[in-house]
């Protein structure tokens, strides 16, 4: 395999890694706020991407992917709020121990990670451009 194309499948495989940590990190987001149904219940608990590279036998390049979305196992806020259905005999809600600046966080180093290899596959589209104009040109 050409080292353009390697470039390319790298690029490509760290490009869905970073989309499947966005996904986790909206679903982290969109639950920030659940809690469970009943004082025993336990809300939606966070998850954290677990990334791990694979070899491609085809070109013998080493790439990233996701393998599982771990649940992170730091406690769950408690809020007093007595009104709740979730509320304990104190009168506190086990909230998820989701932290919105941390979920924002990950999300601009995802998009950052994502548009970096954006960068590589669109320079290496425009290097190819240019080897063939410089070829045609002969």
Request: proline content about 4%; charged content about 25%.
């Amino acid at each position: 395999m050409t080292d353009m194309s390697t470039a390319l499948q790298i690029a490509a495989a760290g490009m869905r890694a970073q989309t499947a940590r966005m996904r986790i990190i909206a679903e982290n987001v969109a639950n920030a706020d659940s809690t469970a149904l009943d004082p025993n219940g336990k809300p939606y608990q966070r998850k954290i991407p677990v990334f791990a590279e694979e070899l491609d036998r085809a070109s013998g390049t080493r790439l990233v992917h996701m393998v599982k979305a771990q649940k992170d196992s730091s406690d769950f806020r408690m809020v007093y709020d007595p009104g709740h259905p979730a509320a304990d005999a104190r009168g506190y809600v086990k909230y998820p121990n989701v932290n919105a600046l941390v979920e924002l966080m990950d999300m601009r180093q995802a998009q950052r990670s994502f548009e970096a290899n954006i960068s590589v596959i669109e320079n290496s589209r425009a290097m190819l451009a240019r080897t063939l104009e410089l070829l045609r040109s002969r």
